[in-house]
């Protein structure tokens, strides 16, 4: 069992691109989301899906979309990258609302 | 607005015990969790507590006072692999999850 994989591992993006981070997950859970982590700053919530067809924003959404057509994928989409989304992205999973998170291995971004 | 503190950093002996402190302020309460990060790998749960008192896994136990919005993680019989970054999290009453920044744990021989 896999649990999380993300794609790719990681990233040099020019500034102005487009870009995909991907995330499946197979241990059928309902919620997903995705954090950056950022050096001296906690885990932020970019966006959250509690369950397939349902996105939700988060702490810092801005810049960011979301789409969850089944339960297993949850792309996280940069429109048009800019510096200060250089980070560490970590999509994460969990049963319900009321239960732990999982996070995937991460995709550390650079854009420049 | 919504906070937890954790001490940046801390430095203990391989075999002695240190602990953890993690001080909240949420929009309403429904359980905390502990995070064990290593360095560039992702973070993994340790433990929850949603009642006051002491939750004992093994070397690690994390206690919860819910009136004081206090917690803490006990690591005992300290490892050189313990060296890691510890994540406080509190649930809030929107179920979602806030993060404190993170302690990280430097373990010397």
């Known amino acids: 069992i896999a649990g999380i994989t993300q794609a790719p591992t990681s990233q040099i993006l020019a500034a102005g691109r487009r870009m995909t981070l991907r995330c499946t997950q197979d241990m059928r859970h309902n919620a997903m989301y995705w954090y950056r982590q950022d050096l001296g700053l906690g885990l932020r919530l970019i966006h959250y899906?509690?369950?397939?067809?349902?996105?939700g924003k988060g702490e810092v959404p801005d810049g960011y979309s979301v789409s969850r057509a089944n339960t297993d994928d949850f792309p996280l989409t940069l429109a048009s990258a800019v510096p200060s989304q250089t980070s560490v992205y970590f999509c994460?999973?969990?049963?319900?609302?009321?239960?732990?998170?999982?996070f995937g291995p991460g995709t550390r971004l650079t854009v420049l | 607005g919504q906070n937890i503190d954790q001490p940046t950093e801390m430095t203990a002996t391989e075999g002695a015990i240190v602990q953890i402190n993690c001080t909240y302020q949420t929009s309403g309460f429904n359980g905390l969790f502990w995070y064990q990060q290593h360095a560039g790998e992702a973070p993994t749960f340790l433990s929850y507590?949603?009642l006051d008192g002491l939750e004992e896994k093994g070397r690690f136990s994390s206690f919860l006072s819910r009136s004081k919005g206090y917690s803490y993680l006990l690591l005992k019989e300290l490892q050189m692999k313990d060296s890691a970054s510890y994540l406080c999290a509190v649930r809030d009453s929107n179920y979602q999850l806030i993060w404190g920044a993170g302690t990280k744990l430097i373990i010397k021989p």
């Open positions: 899906s509690n369950t397939a067809g349902t996105t």
């Open positions: 507590n949603v």
């Open positions: 994460a999973s969990s049963d319900s609302t009321e239960s732990h998170v999982y």
